[in-house]
């Protein structure tokens, strides 16, 4: 059975910093590509970042919004999947959810992270940042 577990979300004020970690099991963490999305009340899931790993292959990408503030990284001897925010504004308020995708998030240039590109997910953090 698949399992994907966030913690570390909870309430900053702007300009602090959370890191939210993703532990899973029940399927073959290395052969997925691994990341972040994003909801906030009446939209769509967005996503924030994926990290692609093949072999000795990785390869990390960020939504616009994210970039030069946000960290993504994965321990794959331990499956887990780390998000590491600063800088936070409220707009990084939201759900934060971890996902997984059964093929590469980037291929021919194009990043497939999007709600449908997605085969598993996490049941989701709290993030809010208060102005």
């Known amino acids: 059975q698949v399992h994907l577990v966030e913690s570390g979300g909870g309430s900053v004020q702007a300009g602090g910093s959370l890191t939210l970690s993703c532990t899973t099991s029940?399927?073959?963490?290395?052969?997925?590509?691994m990341g972040w999305f994003r909801q906030t009340p009446g939209n769509e899931r967005e996503g924030v970042a994926s990290?692609?790993?093949?072999?000795?292959?990785?390869?990390?990408r960020y939504a616009d919004s994210a970039k030069g503030r946000f960290t993504i990284s994965r321990d794959s001897s331990r499956n887990t999947l780390t998000l590491q925010m600063h800088g936070l504004k409220p707009e990084d308020t939201g759900l934060y959810y971890c996902a997984a995708r059964g093929r590469n998030c980037v291929s021919g240039g194009k990043w497939y992270w999007r709600p449908t590109d997605i085969d598993y997910w996490g049941q989701g953090t709290q993030v809010t940042v208060s102005s």
């Open positions: 029940g399927f073959t963490y290395s052969a997925y590509c």
């Open positions: 990290f692609d790993t093949y072999g000795a292959y990785r390869s990390s």
